[in-house]
Protein backbone atom coordinates (compact mmCIF):
# COMPACT_ATOMS: atom_id res chain seq x y z
CA UNK A 1 0.00 0.00 0.00
CA UNK A 2 1.33 3.42 -1.09
CA UNK A 3 1.15 5.46 2.37
CA UNK A 4 0.55 8.99 0.47
CA UNK A 5 -2.11 7.54 -1.88
CA UNK A 6 -5.43 9.64 -0.40
CA UNK A 7 -8.37 7.87 0.29
CA UNK A 8 -11.82 9.32 0.47
CA UNK A 9 -12.56 7.04 3.28
CA UNK A 10 -11.09 4.53 5.52
CA UNK A 11 -13.73 1.62 6.18
CA UNK A 12 -12.79 -0.03 9.86
CA UNK A 13 -13.75 -3.61 9.79
CA UNK A 14 -14.26 -5.62 6.79
CA UNK A 15 -17.55 -7.63 7.47
CA UNK A 16 -20.60 -7.46 5.44
CA UNK A 17 -21.31 -3.88 6.37
CA UNK A 18 -17.49 -2.81 5.43
CA UNK A 19 -17.43 -4.89 2.57
CA UNK A 20 -20.27 -3.52 0.99
CA UNK A 21 -19.94 0.10 1.78
CA UNK A 22 -15.93 -0.53 -0.12
CA UNK A 23 -18.04 -1.95 -3.25
CA UNK A 24 -20.45 0.54 -3.15
CA UNK A 25 -18.28 3.35 -2.73
CA UNK A 26 -15.97 1.85 -5.70
CA UNK A 27 -19.01 1.60 -8.29
CA UNK A 28 -19.56 5.72 -7.65
CA UNK A 29 -15.50 5.73 -8.15
CA UNK A 30 -14.51 6.76 -4.77
CA UNK A 31 -11.42 5.15 -2.94
CA UNK A 32 -11.40 3.57 0.54
CA UNK A 33 -9.20 1.29 2.15
CA UNK A 34 -10.49 -1.53 4.39
CA UNK A 35 -8.59 -2.23 7.78
CA UNK A 36 -9.40 -5.58 9.12
CA UNK A 37 -7.73 -7.04 12.17
CA UNK A 38 -8.24 -10.90 10.63
CA UNK A 39 -6.06 -12.72 8.27
CA UNK A 40 -9.07 -12.37 5.74
CA UNK A 41 -12.50 -10.42 5.35
CA UNK A 42 -15.57 -11.59 5.90
CA UNK A 43 -14.77 -14.01 9.08
CA UNK A 44 -18.62 -14.18 10.19
CA UNK A 45 -20.05 -14.03 6.39
CA UNK A 46 -18.07 -17.38 6.36
CA UNK A 47 -19.59 -19.16 9.60
CA UNK A 48 -23.14 -18.00 9.25
CA UNK A 49 -25.47 -20.51 8.38
CA UNK A 50 -22.92 -23.24 9.47
CA UNK A 51 -20.94 -22.18 6.38
CA UNK A 52 -23.73 -21.66 3.66
CA UNK A 53 -24.81 -18.46 4.78
CA UNK A 54 -28.47 -16.99 4.93
CA UNK A 55 -27.92 -13.70 3.15
CA UNK A 56 -30.81 -12.41 2.76
CA UNK A 57 -34.59 -12.65 3.99
CA UNK A 58 -37.37 -12.16 1.17
CA UNK A 59 -39.46 -10.56 4.26
CA UNK A 60 -37.49 -8.59 5.87
CA UNK A 61 -38.84 -5.30 7.12
CA UNK A 62 -38.13 -2.58 9.64
CA UNK A 63 -40.76 -4.58 12.07
CA UNK A 64 -37.65 -7.95 12.28
CA UNK A 65 -35.69 -5.54 14.12
CA UNK A 66 -35.48 -4.12 17.65
CA UNK A 67 -33.91 -1.05 18.66
CA UNK A 68 -35.00 1.78 20.79
CA UNK A 69 -35.83 3.62 17.91
CA UNK A 70 -37.85 1.01 15.45
CA UNK A 71 -38.24 3.12 12.63
CA UNK A 72 -34.80 4.55 11.99
CA UNK A 73 -33.85 1.52 9.77
CA UNK A 74 -36.99 2.63 7.64
CA UNK A 75 -34.42 4.64 5.56
CA UNK A 76 -31.87 2.61 4.99
CA UNK A 77 -34.55 -0.37 3.71
CA UNK A 78 -36.21 2.14 1.22
CA UNK A 79 -33.01 3.27 -0.17
CA UNK A 80 -31.24 -0.70 -0.59
CA UNK A 81 -34.08 -3.06 -0.40
CA UNK A 82 -34.25 -6.84 -0.15
CA UNK A 83 -34.98 -6.67 -4.51
CA UNK A 84 -31.54 -4.85 -4.20
CA UNK A 85 -29.92 -7.61 -2.09
CA UNK A 86 -30.85 -9.97 -4.49
CA UNK A 87 -30.53 -8.53 -7.48
CA UNK A 88 -27.00 -7.57 -6.37
CA UNK A 89 -25.77 -11.29 -5.78
CA UNK A 90 -27.51 -12.40 -9.13
CA UNK A 91 -25.54 -10.13 -10.95
CA UNK A 92 -22.48 -11.10 -9.58
CA UNK A 93 -23.42 -14.97 -9.78
CA UNK A 94 -25.14 -16.13 -6.66
CA UNK A 95 -28.73 -17.60 -7.33
CA UNK A 96 -30.52 -17.72 -3.82
CA UNK A 97 -32.41 -20.67 -2.72
CA UNK A 98 -35.27 -19.99 -0.26
CA UNK A 99 -35.07 -22.51 2.82
CA UNK A 100 -37.46 -21.80 5.08
CA UNK A 101 -39.43 -18.76 6.33
CA UNK A 102 -37.94 -16.40 3.77
CA UNK A 103 -34.46 -17.25 4.27
CA UNK A 104 -32.45 -17.14 1.11
CA UNK A 105 -29.14 -18.98 0.93
CA UNK A 106 -26.79 -19.60 -2.16
CA UNK A 107 -27.34 -21.82 -4.32
CA UNK A 108 -24.19 -23.65 -3.84
CA UNK A 109 -24.81 -23.65 -0.06
CA UNK A 110 -21.10 -22.35 -0.18
CA UNK A 111 -20.08 -18.95 2.16
CA UNK A 112 -16.71 -18.58 0.51
CA UNK A 113 -18.77 -17.11 -2.49
CA UNK A 114 -20.61 -14.13 -1.21
CA UNK A 115 -17.35 -13.18 0.26
CA UNK A 116 -15.38 -13.92 -3.13
CA UNK A 117 -17.88 -11.48 -4.97
CA UNK A 118 -16.60 -8.75 -2.51
CA UNK A 119 -12.81 -9.74 -2.62
CA UNK A 120 -12.76 -9.84 -6.60
CA UNK A 121 -14.71 -6.51 -6.90
CA UNK A 122 -12.47 -4.59 -4.86
CA UNK A 123 -9.57 -6.11 -6.68
CA UNK A 124 -11.31 -4.88 -10.00
CA UNK A 125 -11.91 -1.12 -8.78
CA UNK A 126 -8.80 -1.13 -6.73
CA UNK A 127 -10.23 -0.80 -3.50
CA UNK A 128 -7.51 -1.77 -0.99
CA UNK A 129 -8.07 -3.99 1.63
CA UNK A 130 -5.62 -4.52 4.51
CA UNK A 131 -5.81 -7.95 6.80
CA UNK A 132 -3.63 -8.14 9.97
CA UNK A 133 -4.37 -4.57 10.59
CA UNK A 134 -5.59 -3.80 13.94
CA UNK A 135 -6.69 -0.52 14.79
CA UNK A 136 -5.88 1.07 17.94
CA UNK A 137 -7.23 4.57 17.71
CA UNK A 138 -9.10 6.89 15.73
CA UNK A 139 -8.54 10.40 16.84
CA UNK A 140 -10.11 13.72 14.78
CA UNK A 141 -7.24 16.06 13.65
CA UNK A 142 -7.72 19.73 14.29
CA UNK A 143 -7.02 20.48 10.85
CA UNK A 144 -10.59 18.54 9.85
CA UNK A 145 -10.67 14.61 9.10
CA UNK A 146 -9.11 11.62 11.05
CA UNK A 147 -6.18 10.22 12.07
CA UNK A 148 -6.45 5.99 12.31
CA UNK A 149 -3.43 4.42 14.65
CA UNK A 150 -3.19 0.30 13.71
CA UNK A 151 -0.88 -2.09 14.01
CA UNK A 152 0.15 -4.21 11.38
CA UNK A 153 2.91 -7.01 12.04
CA UNK A 154 4.09 -5.48 15.30
CA UNK A 155 4.68 -1.93 13.72
CA UNK A 156 3.06 0.89 14.51
CA UNK A 157 1.36 2.76 11.60
CA UNK A 158 -1.01 5.86 11.15
CA UNK A 159 -2.89 7.36 8.54
CA UNK A 160 -5.35 10.16 7.67
CA UNK A 161 -8.61 10.56 6.22
CA UNK A 162 -11.37 13.28 5.78
CA UNK A 163 -14.14 10.22 6.27
CA UNK A 164 -14.20 7.16 9.13
CA UNK A 165 -16.69 4.03 9.09
CA UNK A 166 -16.58 2.35 11.84
CA UNK A 167 -18.15 -1.16 10.55
CA UNK A 168 -16.33 -3.60 12.95
CA UNK A 169 -19.65 -5.18 14.78
CA UNK A 170 -19.69 -5.90 18.65
CA UNK A 171 -18.46 -8.55 21.00
CA UNK A 172 -20.50 -11.59 19.81
CA UNK A 173 -18.23 -14.58 19.01
CA UNK A 174 -14.78 -13.11 20.53
CA UNK A 175 -12.61 -16.75 18.78
CA UNK A 176 -13.73 -14.59 15.48
CA UNK A 177 -11.82 -11.44 16.49
CA UNK A 178 -15.28 -9.56 18.00
CA UNK A 179 -14.73 -6.76 19.83
CA UNK A 180 -16.54 -3.80 21.13
CA UNK A 181 -14.12 -1.43 19.09
CA UNK A 182 -16.94 0.17 17.75
CA UNK A 183 -18.92 1.33 20.66
CA UNK A 184 -15.59 2.27 22.38
CA UNK A 185 -14.86 5.33 19.43
CA UNK A 186 -18.47 6.12 19.44
CA UNK A 187 -17.95 6.55 23.33
CA UNK A 188 -14.57 8.40 23.11
CA UNK A 189 -16.42 10.98 20.36
CA UNK A 190 -19.56 11.62 23.13
CA UNK A 191 -22.10 10.03 21.60
CA UNK A 192 -24.49 7.88 23.53
CA UNK A 193 -24.42 4.04 23.53
CA UNK A 194 -27.90 1.68 24.35
CA UNK A 195 -27.21 -0.85 26.68
CA UNK A 196 -25.89 -3.51 24.87
CA UNK A 197 -26.22 -7.70 25.32
CA UNK A 198 -26.31 -10.51 23.61
CA UNK A 199 -28.78 -11.34 21.36
CA UNK A 200 -30.19 -14.43 19.54
CA UNK A 201 -28.04 -16.24 21.85
CA UNK A 202 -29.29 -19.77 24.04
CA UNK A 203 -31.23 -19.38 26.90
CA UNK A 204 -29.58 -21.63 30.51
CA UNK A 205 -31.24 -23.14 33.15
CA UNK A 206 -29.59 -24.16 36.42
CA UNK A 207 -31.44 -25.33 39.67
CA UNK A 208 -33.68 -28.15 40.59
CA UNK A 209 -34.95 -28.48 36.76
CA UNK A 210 -31.54 -28.26 35.20
CA UNK A 211 -31.18 -32.28 35.29
CA UNK A 212 -34.50 -32.53 33.77
CA UNK A 213 -33.42 -30.78 30.69
CA UNK A 214 -30.20 -32.00 30.71
CA UNK A 215 -31.63 -35.37 30.38
CA UNK A 216 -33.59 -34.45 27.41
CA UNK A 217 -30.74 -33.13 25.01
CA UNK A 218 -30.24 -33.36 21.55
CA UNK A 219 -34.36 -33.42 21.78
CA UNK A 220 -36.04 -30.56 18.76
CA UNK A 221 -39.28 -29.69 19.02
CA UNK A 222 -41.63 -27.57 16.88
CA UNK A 223 -43.24 -25.41 19.28
CA UNK A 224 -44.67 -21.98 19.98
CA UNK A 225 -42.35 -20.25 22.62
CA UNK A 226 -43.64 -16.46 23.51
CA UNK A 227 -43.47 -13.53 26.48
CA UNK A 228 -45.47 -10.72 26.85
CA UNK A 229 -43.74 -8.89 23.94
CA UNK A 230 -42.85 -11.11 21.24
CA UNK A 231 -44.04 -15.06 20.04
CA UNK A 232 -42.05 -17.26 17.55
CA UNK A 233 -43.24 -20.71 15.88
CA UNK A 234 -40.34 -22.32 14.77
CA UNK A 235 -37.67 -25.41 16.95
CA UNK A 236 -36.49 -25.48 20.28
CA UNK A 237 -33.15 -27.29 20.92
CA UNK A 238 -32.95 -29.10 24.45
CA UNK A 239 -29.25 -28.91 25.35
CA UNK A 240 -27.19 -30.18 28.38
CA UNK A 241 -27.67 -27.01 29.76
CA UNK A 242 -30.55 -25.57 28.69
CA UNK A 243 -32.63 -24.18 25.73
CA UNK A 244 -31.11 -23.30 22.42
CA UNK A 245 -32.64 -23.93 18.75
CA UNK A 246 -34.59 -20.75 16.42
CA UNK A 247 -37.38 -20.17 18.77
CA UNK A 248 -34.91 -19.82 21.50
CA UNK A 249 -32.64 -17.61 19.89
CA UNK A 250 -35.12 -15.36 18.29
CA UNK A 251 -37.15 -14.92 22.32
CA UNK A 252 -33.49 -14.49 23.49
CA UNK A 253 -33.07 -11.15 21.66
CA UNK A 254 -36.88 -10.00 23.53
CA UNK A 255 -36.23 -11.96 27.26
CA UNK A 256 -34.26 -9.92 29.73
CA UNK A 257 -33.25 -11.81 33.30
CA UNK A 258 -35.72 -12.63 35.82
CA UNK A 259 -38.29 -12.97 32.99
CA UNK A 260 -40.59 -16.25 32.26
CA UNK A 261 -40.82 -17.99 28.81
CA UNK A 262 -43.90 -19.43 27.66
CA UNK A 263 -43.60 -22.85 25.50
CA UNK A 264 -46.74 -23.84 23.82
CA UNK A 265 -45.59 -27.56 22.99
CA UNK A 266 -48.32 -28.03 20.54
CA UNK A 267 -49.04 -24.72 18.94
CA UNK A 268 -50.88 -25.88 15.89
CA UNK A 269 -53.36 -27.97 17.48
CA UNK A 270 -55.59 -28.08 20.95
CA UNK A 271 -53.83 -31.52 23.12
CA UNK A 272 -58.08 -31.92 24.34
CA UNK A 273 -58.78 -32.29 21.29
CA UNK A 274 -56.20 -34.62 20.28
CA UNK A 275 -56.87 -36.72 23.12
CA UNK A 276 -60.49 -36.83 22.64
CA UNK A 277 -60.39 -38.24 19.09
CA UNK A 278 -58.12 -40.49 19.85
CA UNK A 279 -60.24 -41.81 23.21
CA UNK A 280 -62.59 -42.25 20.66
CA UNK A 281 -60.79 -44.43 18.65
CA UNK A 282 -59.08 -46.57 21.71
CA UNK A 283 -59.84 -45.53 25.02
CA UNK A 284 -57.39 -48.11 25.97
CA UNK A 285 -54.34 -46.85 24.55
CA UNK A 286 -52.36 -45.56 27.57
CA UNK A 287 -51.57 -41.73 27.68
CA UNK A 288 -47.79 -42.31 27.08
CA UNK A 289 -48.22 -44.30 24.45
CA UNK A 290 -50.22 -41.43 22.98
CA UNK A 291 -47.62 -38.74 23.61
CA UNK A 292 -44.71 -41.21 21.98
CA UNK A 293 -46.63 -41.01 18.74
CA UNK A 294 -46.77 -36.90 18.99
CA UNK A 295 -43.05 -36.40 20.12
CA UNK A 296 -39.59 -38.19 20.29
CA UNK A 297 -40.16 -41.19 22.87
CA UNK A 298 -37.39 -39.99 24.74
CA UNK A 299 -39.76 -36.28 24.97
CA UNK A 300 -42.45 -38.66 26.07
CA UNK A 301 -40.78 -40.04 28.48
CA UNK A 302 -39.76 -36.87 30.31
CA UNK A 303 -43.19 -35.48 30.47
CA UNK A 304 -43.73 -38.86 32.70
CA UNK A 305 -42.23 -36.51 35.57
CA UNK A 306 -46.06 -34.42 35.45
CA UNK A 307 -48.22 -36.52 33.43
CA UNK A 308 -49.70 -39.72 34.54
CA UNK A 309 -48.56 -41.27 31.33
CA UNK A 310 -49.49 -44.84 32.58
CA UNK A 311 -53.30 -44.14 32.80
CA UNK A 312 -55.33 -45.07 30.07
CA UNK A 313 -57.05 -42.17 28.26
CA UNK A 314 -60.63 -43.60 29.38
CA UNK A 315 -59.30 -42.97 32.45
CA UNK A 316 -58.06 -39.54 32.48
CA UNK A 317 -59.96 -37.21 34.92
CA UNK A 318 -60.59 -33.61 34.54
CA UNK A 319 -57.80 -32.88 36.66
CA UNK A 320 -55.51 -34.82 35.00
CA UNK A 321 -57.36 -33.10 31.37
CA UNK A 322 -56.69 -29.52 32.89
CA UNK A 323 -52.66 -30.46 33.93
CA UNK A 324 -52.29 -31.81 30.87
CA UNK A 325 -53.42 -28.66 29.05
CA UNK A 326 -51.18 -26.21 31.09
CA UNK A 327 -48.63 -28.41 30.66
CA UNK A 328 -48.43 -29.10 26.79
CA UNK A 329 -49.61 -25.49 25.93
CA UNK A 330 -48.86 -23.05 28.75
CA UNK A 331 -44.91 -24.84 29.95
CA UNK A 332 -43.07 -21.92 31.69
CA UNK A 333 -39.39 -21.83 31.72
CA UNK A 334 -37.35 -19.24 33.52
CA UNK A 335 -34.05 -19.05 32.36
CA UNK A 336 -31.13 -18.67 34.74
CA UNK A 337 -29.42 -16.36 31.62
CA UNK A 338 -27.65 -16.78 28.68
CA UNK A 339 -24.19 -18.44 27.21
CA UNK A 340 -23.11 -14.65 26.67
CA UNK A 341 -21.34 -13.29 23.64
CA UNK A 342 -19.06 -16.56 22.83
CA UNK A 343 -22.74 -18.09 21.74
CA UNK A 344 -24.31 -15.06 20.58
CA UNK A 345 -24.83 -14.23 16.87
CA UNK A 346 -25.43 -10.87 17.17
CA UNK A 347 -25.29 -8.15 19.87
CA UNK A 348 -28.50 -6.32 21.14
CA UNK A 349 -28.08 -2.19 21.91
CA UNK A 350 -24.95 -0.30 20.40
CA UNK A 351 -24.47 3.42 19.22
CA UNK A 352 -27.68 5.33 19.57
CA UNK A 353 -29.62 5.87 16.73
CA UNK A 354 -30.47 9.49 18.03
CA UNK A 355 -26.69 10.40 17.24
CA UNK A 356 -26.82 9.22 13.78
CA UNK A 357 -28.74 10.20 10.08
CA UNK A 358 -30.99 7.90 9.50
CA UNK A 359 -29.94 9.30 5.67
CA UNK A 360 -26.36 8.45 5.89
CA UNK A 361 -25.84 7.13 8.95
CA UNK A 362 -23.09 10.05 9.30
CA UNK A 363 -22.58 10.74 13.84
CA UNK A 364 -24.77 14.39 13.48
CA UNK A 365 -22.13 15.92 16.35
CA UNK A 366 -18.97 14.50 14.44
CA UNK A 367 -19.09 15.14 10.41
CA UNK A 368 -16.93 12.78 8.14
CA UNK A 369 -17.22 9.90 11.04
CA UNK A 370 -20.27 6.91 10.46
CA UNK A 371 -21.23 3.58 12.29
CA UNK A 372 -22.89 1.34 10.51
CA UNK A 373 -23.86 -3.03 10.86
CA UNK A 374 -23.68 -4.32 13.78
CA UNK A 375 -22.41 -1.93 15.89
CA UNK A 376 -25.81 0.24 15.81
CA UNK A 377 -28.87 0.05 18.02
CA UNK A 378 -30.13 -2.23 15.47
CA UNK A 379 -31.04 -5.64 15.71
CA UNK A 380 -32.25 -8.71 13.59
CA UNK A 381 -34.27 -11.49 13.84
CA UNK A 382 -32.14 -14.92 12.91
CA UNK A 383 -32.72 -15.70 9.32
CA UNK A 384 -30.98 -13.35 6.89
CA UNK A 385 -32.38 -10.24 8.75
CA UNK A 386 -28.80 -8.72 10.19
CA UNK A 387 -26.99 -9.12 6.79
CA UNK A 388 -29.71 -7.15 5.32
CA UNK A 389 -29.11 -4.30 7.72
CA UNK A 390 -25.70 -4.62 6.90
CA UNK A 391 -26.04 -4.45 3.22
CA UNK A 392 -28.24 -1.81 3.35
CA UNK A 393 -26.11 0.35 5.70
CA UNK A 394 -23.02 -0.33 4.12
CA UNK A 395 -25.06 1.10 1.08
CA UNK A 396 -26.27 4.29 2.44
CA UNK A 397 -22.80 5.15 4.14
CA UNK A 398 -20.78 4.78 0.81
CA UNK A 399 -23.42 7.26 -1.42
CA UNK A 400 -22.41 9.82 1.42
CA UNK A 401 -18.59 9.59 1.47
Keep these: MKHNEQFDAIIIGGGACGLMCAVQAGFLGKKVLILEKNDKVGAKILISGGGRCNYANLYATEANFISQNPHFCKSAFSQFTVSDTINFFETYGINGQ?????????ESNN??????IFENLCAEMGQEILCGAEVEAVS????GGFEISYEKGSKEKTISAKKVVITSGGPPIPK??????????????????????PALVPLTITGKDSEWFAQLSGNSIYCRVSNDRMSFDENILFTHWGLSGPAILQISSYWRPGEIINIDLMPDKSIKDVIDESRRLNGRKSLGGLLSEIYTRKFSEGLSKFLPVEKNL?????????DMEKLIHFFEVKPA????????EVMRGGVDTSELSSKTLEAKKIPGLYFGGECVDVTGWLGGYNFQWAWSSGYIMAQHL
Excluded at 98 to 106: A, I, N, V
Excluded at 140 to 143: C, F, V
Excluded at 314 to 322: C, G, I, N, R, V
Design 337 to 344: GDKGYDKA
Design 111 to 116: AKDIVR
Design 314 to 322: ASLTKQDMA
Design 140 to 143: ALPS
Design 98 to 106: EKTLGQLFP
Design 176 to 197: MGATDFGLRVARQFGLKICQTA
